[in-house]
């Protein structure tokens, strides 16, 4: 007759286990999505930790696991109403260089469009982005009012089913 050993867990992964619930329960981490980081200014805001696991600077609760995060909160210095729109880089959207922006750069995600806001101005829309961070590197068409800001999406499909949106941003300092 065989014997079948059965193996139990070390204290030390109990232990480490529990901290993990523990940790988990007191800090849940929500809205975790993969996303791919298509430009300098995504990538600047992560860090690694543990060699292999990237953590983004806007999460509090990681910041309190991993304090070398140097989490800093951005000071907001002004709200505004907005409608908000959508547009793609299609020419029908935009012009003839329908992948840039009116600024000089690359179309990308986190860009808006607006006319009163400087080109770099840095803006959160809470009720629709949470903590996001937008950045205005275009401009639109000049009877848009100075109310309306206009997020770039990669297709047209997803620009024409976002519609449009009553809110407010928040102007942030970084």
Request: charged share 20%.
């Amino acid at each position: 007759m065989n014997k079948t050993t059965i193996k139990t867990p070390s204290i030390s992964l109990i232990i480490a286990l529990f901290l993990i619930s523990l940790i988990i329960s007191k800090f849940p981490v929500m809205g975790i999505k993969a996303q791919s980081m298509d430009t300098e200014a995504q990538v600047k805001d992560l860090y690694v930790i543990q060699e292999n696991s990237l953590a983004s600077v806007s999460s509090p609760a990681l910041a309190i696991l991993y304090p070398s995060l140097g989490y800093k909160e951005s000071k907001v210095t002004g709200k505004m109403q907005v409608s908000v729109t959508a547009y793609s880089s299609t020419v029908s959207q935009t012009d003839s260089t329908p992948f840039i922006t009116a600024s000089g750069k690359n179309v990308a995600d986190g860009i808006i469009a607006n006319n009163h806001l400087p080109f770099g101005t840095k803006v959160k829309i809470p009720a629709l982005f949470g903590e996001k961070v937008f950045e205005v590197q275009d401009r639109m068409h000049s009877r848009k009012p100075d109310s309306q800001i206009d997020i770039w999406f990669s297709t047209y499909n997803e620009a024409k089913s976002f519609g449009v949106k009553q809110t407010y941003i928040e102007i942030i300092e970084d």
